[in-house]
């Protein structure tokens, strides 16, 4: 037989999917993969229903219900300050990762060069090599995370096409500053490249932390393609609602990808989203305030088993230095090991690096969770901890 897409074969099973089925088997709380453990606000979930039984099943408009395109612009407006045209500037996705995926290959031809930061989420590197473009790929280490200026300014050059950039950051809870994306689009302006904005935490911000969409700054509208996500904003991960906003001559390129990827996406969810995105705006400082105390209790149980947090900003997660614990290997065994031993689950930083010598002393643990339940996994790290004598992989 002929050998099937090289690429494709050659890539793992996602360490969210692993780490997930390793949390089942042995019953571990699933600090791992970010999903929430409570449903989003009844009001969506209600109008959800509704549009069900309201005999709209048929396929919706290729780029979203109108109701949604209105309610992503009008949010655009609220929140950013940003006028897009819900005609024309609004493609309505089956997720973020659909709407990364398309907004890649709207933008890439087979040898176009894109910056990348890492760590970086699992699918930007492999759709960038399946579009037959080139990763340049520049580098963030713990603990500061700090944006190496000198070095990104050095991955830009004549092939450059375009630049992926994700705030709020995962896994790293970095939230960049308006210095940091000034810089940025300098960057973009004097190599006339695109960015492909990951904003899908963007309301996932603590401590007084405001998200700045790249696309709000003095002549980068034009270029960015903004993407978020319903499942983020209202806790409400599996039904894979995402957005992008872009300049129409961009829009209209992604729209051809997504007629390619899944041609729309179910209308009921874009109706509920459609109400979700037209809340009032104590929803939107509650989501927050309420992630921010988890992040915190979580952040200080870690703290008091000794593993050294460090600050997060926005996302769903915090990253935890392990090596105070003693253990003696690295981050996959770490969470392999606290997963079957302590039954807790958590992911390898690592994971998160394309290249090698990633940082191996680091696990991102999600504190989307219930209190008790946060509650509850730091006791159990705690008898684990205080019991065992820690050994490679346990
Ligand atoms: N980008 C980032 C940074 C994420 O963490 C996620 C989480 N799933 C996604 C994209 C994908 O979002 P969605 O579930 O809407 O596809
Ligand atoms: N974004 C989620 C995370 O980082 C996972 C999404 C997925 O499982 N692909 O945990």
Not at 193 to 201: I, K, M, N, S
């Amino acid at each position: 037989m002929k050998p099937v897409n090289s690429l494709l074969s050659a890539t793992g099973t996602t360490v969210f999917t692993v780490m997930s089925a390793l949390a089942v088997q042995h019953g571990a709380i699933n600090l791992g993969q970010g999903f929430p453990d409570t449903d989003g606000p009844a009001d969506v979930l209600a109008a959800a229903a509704d549009a069900l039984a309201d005999g709209r099943n048929q396929y919706p408009p290729l780029t979203g219900v109108p109701e949604l395109r209105q309610a992503v612009a009008a949010a655009n407006a609220r929140f950013y300050g940003l006028q897009i045209d819900p005609a024309s500037e609004v493609v309505v996705t089956s997720g973020a990762t659909e709407a990364i995926t398309a907004c890649l290959m709207a933008l890439l031809d087979p040898g176009d060069e894109v910056v990348l930061i890492e760590p970086l989420y699992d699918t930007y590197v492999p759709v960038v090599r399946m579009l037959g473009a080139v990763p340049r790929i520049v580098r963030l280490t713990p603990p500061k995370w700090e944006l190496p200026r000198a070095e990104l300014a050095a991955a830009f050059g004549p092939r450059t096409k375009a630049m992926m950039l994700n705030t709020p950051m995962n896994p790293t809870g970095k939230v960049f500053t308006a210095a940091e994306l000034a810089f940025i689009g300098d960057l973009l302006v004097r190599h006339d490249a695109y960015a492909v904005c990951d904003e899908v935490y963007e309301h996932l911000t603590y401590d007084g932390w405001r998200h700045i969409p790249l696309m709000s700054l003095p002549g980068l509208r034009e270029r960015c393609l903004r993407i978020g996500s319903a499942g983020k904003t209202f806790s409400l991960t599996g039904w894979k609602v995402g957005y992008v906003s872009a300049d129409k001559s961009l829009a209209a390129v992604v729209a051809k990808a997504h007629q390619n990827l899944t041609f729309t996406t179910p209308p009921n969810l874009q109706r509920a989203v459609a109400v979700g995105l037209a809340k009032e705006d104590g929803y939107f400082t509650a989501i927050a305030d309420g992630l921010q105390a988890k992040r915190d209790r979580l952040a200080a149980g870690l703290a008091g088993l000794g593993l050294g947090v460090l600050p997060a900003q926005g996302s769903y997660f915090i990253t935890a230095d392990f090596a105070p614990l003693g253990f003696a290997g690295d981050d996959v065994a770490f969470c392999r090991h606290i997963t079957e031993a302590a039954r807790v689950a958590a992911i390898p930083v690592s994971a998160f690096y394309d290249g090698a010598d990633a940082p191996r002393h680091y696990a991102r643990f999600a504190f989307c969770k219930q209190e008790a339940v946060l509650d509850e996994a730091v006791a159990r790290l705690a008898r684990h901890f205080g019991a065992a004598k820690l050994t490679e992989a346990g």
